[in-house]
């Protein structure tokens, strides 16, 4: 693997896109520390300081979610306080409004032109999710008890209009240019630029998680989440990598003097085929009491059991997390992966499922299928959700969990990978041996 990374820094195109892609990290981690005009430091550090702030262990979910994906600018109030979550949810509308709207349904499959459309309609979405998301935080933070925590002083002094009119602006403008950063990299670096954007934001979080526990704990307990950890990265490089193969031959015919099909190839199917999205919707939906809660009477009734049954360790957020990601993992499969369609483009190519017949009973075979690779892939999902924060929080006792449980190491792990098969692949075409060699 070091002989591979070395070849890549030897190949003049390669090594400038992998130096780009590091600059653009680079710059998104710069942006991340860069505090938002109008916010105090001082103030800031006195409520994220653990030493002389104890009531701040536990943050609302929604709260820690949105920190997760911007790095732990959010807390700090940077100008990438959003993050890259305006963007992922706009994402994840848009794709579901395919259900919904029929014209997105034809923009999809209108190839090239059509995605560039939703792109745009994406980008416009995104915006506007910042403003609103931007105005919510802004507004909280001008509070002593911003995001659910009690601070000594507001975090935002002076919350006139146009002090509190140019943190909005400029957080979305930190938005927009997360999301231009993203595609740069897209288009002149390695990978996928949003994932990898994510990528770093969370490890850029990990070593401050562990050495809370490390700090706060006892060696062992230490050592038990690290296994937890390398544990969970091995089940999530062996499931996704893994794939149900269904064998698709394609019958000879004659076009002209040539002679076509003949061969055998296959569908692969992978067992996550939903990723992790349904675990940040499960987890966004589960938030949103929370947030409604903190701009709510505390005395109400249905505050306290919000913040009583509504906490990530609670029984019933538990179960209901459970549910919702089974739930989105099953629907969000059903928009993802089309067996009509599929069946149609194999017919229309002269290609069948040995032992199946065209049409409809490839229709409801390869539904049989997917729907049974669900079930697992769904399961999959709840247990690595689930499992690391119960192991820390519950087995081991400790008050601070890893965050947003296992899908912190779905997402690196999967955007790792990702990222190595490409490498990989610039690789092998140019002849040299790939990491995975």
Not at 254 to 262: A, L, T
Not at 267 to 283: H, L, R
Request: charged residues 10%; aromatic residues 10%.
């Amino acid at each position: 693997m070091l002989s591979a990374f070395m070849q890549a820094f030897k190949t003049p195109d390669l090594r400038r896109k992998l130096l780009f892609t590091l600059g653009i990290m680079a710059l998104f981690r710069l942006g991340s520390v860069l505090p938002t005009p109008g916010v105090s430091l001082t103030n800031v550090q006195a409520c994220l300081d653990p030493l002389k702030n104890q009531q701040n262990q536990d943050d609302p979910g929604l709260v820690n979610l949105i920190d997760i994906f911007s790095g732990g600018a959010l807390l700090q109030l940077s100008v990438f306080a959003l993050g890259i979550m305006p963007y992922i949810t706009a994402s994840i509308i848009i794709q579901l409004l395919r259900v919904v709207i029929p014209r997105f349904e034809e923009l999809h499959k209108e190839g090239q032109s059509g995605t560039a459309k939703l792109t745009e309609y994406t980008r416009y979405l995104t915006i506007g999710l910042g403003v609103l998301q931007s105005s919510a935080i802004v507004a909280t933070a001008s509070t002593n008890q911003p995001f659910g925590m009690k601070c000594p002083d507001p975090l935002v002094p002076n919350s006139s209009p146009l002090t509190m009119a140019l943190m909005i602006v400029t957080m979305t403008a930190g938005t927009g240019l997360i999301m231009w950063l993203g595609e740069l990299i897209t288009d002149k670096g390695i990978g996928n630029g949003m994932s990898l954007l994510i990528f770093t934001s969370i490890v850029a979080r990990m070593p401050k998680n562990l050495l809370s526990i490390f700090g706060g704990s006892d060696a062992y307990k230490f050592f038990v989440v690290i296994a937890i950890i390398l544990v969970a990265t091995v089940a999530v490089v062996f499931i996704e990598q893994a794939t149900r193969r269904i064998s698709v031959q394609y019958a000879k015919r004659m076009v002209g003097r040539r002679q076509y099909g003949g061969s055998t190839t296959y569908i692969p199917i992978k067992i996550n085929t939903a990723g992790v999205i349904p675990v940040i919707f499960a987890s966004s939906i589960l938030s949103m009491p929370q947030l409604f809660a903190q701009f709510s009477n505390t005395n109400a009734g249905w505050v306290q059991w919000i913040h009583n049954h509504l906490r990530q360790d609670a029984n019933v957020y538990l179960v209901a997390y459970s549910l919702l990601i089974l739930f989105f993992t099953f629907f969000y499969t059903a928009i993802t992966f089309n067996p009509e369609e599929i069946a149609d483009n194999m017919k229309k190519y002269g290609g069948f499922i040995p032992g199946i017949r065209a049409g409809e009973p490839t229709v409801r075979y390869l539904s049989y299928v997917i729907n049974r690779v669900t079930v697992a892939g769904s399961v999959y999902l709840v247990v690595l959700a689930l499992l690391p924060t119960l192991a820390v929080s519950r087995w081991l006792g400790l008050s601070s969990s890893l965050p947003f449980g296992g899908t912190t190491i779905l997402i690196m792990v999967g955007v790792g990978l990702q990222t190595v098969k490409e490498i990989n692949s610039q690789l092998q075409q140019r002849h040299y041996e790939g990491f995975l060699s």
